[in-house]
């Protein structure tokens, strides 16, 4: 019995959509299997100034769907759905199950990216969705004229803090240390901003209010004094995990979940390919995200072409 598919593609961030871009106009009859909406990382990015033939920027959402637009053109068929698992990826048959269906190819492109770290302190998960978010392009406008707090300090933290800066009253930054870890050029705007203010060597200890969140419990870790500040949001910014634990039974992983693969994005099993920020090493940028697509496309090709 035939294969459904000559490739599946899991994720439809930047590398997924380009992987699927190359794999259709290479003729290979191709699902992209997606969890919630096409874009990943790049569709809850306000402006992006630094991808290539932008030279003014471009909105996100808008570079996301015409990524979605261009593949769709080529013949990818989408499915919005959870992948439950895989079976032994070391048969020629490759499998996915959706919990609703089960999915045959020739080969396996995994792009299925990364998801935001929790702080797992108390009140986080009682308030997400009341005041706790993890993205200021998706909830920002709940909070228009309020006082808001963003914990972080490296370049997501802060390139969405000056976002909502077009929004709220003022954002306070939460930094466990005293400087930031954010490129140079996001500390520059930040401080010149006068509605951006810095609380330096600080962690949240707890998100406290009524039905919604009134307050951060927040520890100075250089005193030890607790207190707490009132914010009508904060938004949770301290790292990025890979989204790989169906995975773990099957593929090579460094310590984080990252999946180990060669310059062709090729794994240790023939005929499955990582590509994006999900693989080892990556630079979790959306132009090496695009790369690694087409690369992850081109050795699938070239797998089922010498099969």
Known sequence: MSDDYDVIILGGGAAGLSAALYTCRAMLKTLLIEKLGCGGQVLVTENIENYPGFPKG??????????????????????????????????????VDTGKSTYTAKTIIIATGGSHKQLNVPGEEEYSGKGVSYCAVCDGNFFKGADVVVIGGGDAAIDEGLYLTKIVNSVTVIHRRDTLRASKILQERAFVNSKMKFMWSHVVEEFVGGELMEAVKVKDVKTGGVYEHSAAAAFIYVGFEPNSGFLKKYLKMDDSGHVYSNIRMETDIAGV??????????????????GDGITAALSAYRYISEE
Do not use: H, N, W
Not at 61 to 77: I, N, T, Y
Not at 276 to 286: A, E, N, P, T
């Open 273 to 290: 390919y990582v590509c994006g920020d999900i693989r080892v090493d990556s630079d979790r940028q959306l132009g090496t995200a695009v």
């Open 58 to 95: 471009v909105l996100g959402p808008e570079l996301s769907k015409l990524m979605e637009d261009q593949a769709r053109k080529f013949g990818v068929e989408i499915i919005y759905d959870d992948v439950i698992s895989v079976g032994d990826l070391s048969i020629s048959t490759k499998k």
